[in-house]
């Protein structure tokens, strides 16, 4: 059974560095991995979506990296800034058991402070 | 363009009753999924519909829910005698195509709160 982990929890910077937030897998067989940020009684945003053949995608200030075969995906995000703050969440879409399910990680909560 | 909308926004019913929530996807979409978030159990797939192809059920939790999508487009989740339980905020999703690749890029609606008291 596919497990997403999201690491760190929670995670309070101040404004103007840059961030990495991790997200492992437990299963390498998935179709594409999915970043979104969920601001507070929202819904999902998606940022940026990488498929099983790629190794990163970027979206102006965020970068993100995958690689399948170790079970991870990082999120950099520079340079960052107090509309940053959000829940980020990861997702992979996987092979078997029905590959356009999306299977969630806990998310990252994300402060960024003046 | 419009992206997917919900409704309502938010619903709060006694347990026991009925309840129906509408999801729109975006024009042109043809996959649609549904999800729910609760506090103890974060986000969980419900049920996903492609074209005229019989649904993905395999997450729904009971008997007690259960979708449609009507002319490929509106789909309303229906819970039945809501229970405390049932208690979370269901979202609805929508992609272009499925199959995996950037067809399959979800995106999210702003949720319908759900209460039963």
């Known amino acids: 059974k596919q497990e997403v982990t999201q690491i760190p929890a929670a995670l309070s910077v101040p404004e103007g560095e840059n961030l990495v937030l991790n997200c492992s897998f437990t299963d390498s067989a998935i179709y594409n991995l999915q970043w979104f940020r969920q601001d507070p009684g929202k819904g999902l945003t998606s940022l940026l979506l990488i498929q099983s053949s790629q190794r990163e995608q970027t979206s102006g200030r965020l970068n993100a990296s995958l690689d399948k075969s170790s079970g991870r995906s990082t999120l950099y995000i520079a340079a960052s800034q107090p509309g940053d703050s959000a829940t980020y969440l990861c997702a992979v879409s996987p092979l078997s058991g029905g590959y356009n399910k999306l299977i969630f990680g806990a998310g990252t909560r994300l402060a960024v402070h003046p | 363009g419009a992206g997917v909308s919900q409704s309502p926004s938010n619903k709060v019913t006694e347990k026991g009753k009925d309840v129906e929530l509408r999801c729109d996807p975006i024009?042109?979409?043809?996959?649609l999924y549904w999800y729910r978030q609760s506090l103890g159990q974060g986000l969980e797939f419900l049920i996903y519909f492609q074209g005229n192809s019989a649904p993905d059920k395999s997450g729904l939790p009971s008997d007690r829910f259960s979708a449609e999508r009507t002319g490929g487009s509106v789909s309303t989740l229906t819970i039945q005698r809501t229970q405390q339980e049932d208690s979370a905020v269901y979202l609805c999703?929508?992609?272009f195509g499925a199959g995996g690749g950037i067809n399959n890029e979800q995106f999210f609606g702003p949720g319908t709160r759900l209460t039963v008291l």
């Open positions: 024009s042109g979409h043809t996959a």
């Open positions: 999703a929508s992609s």
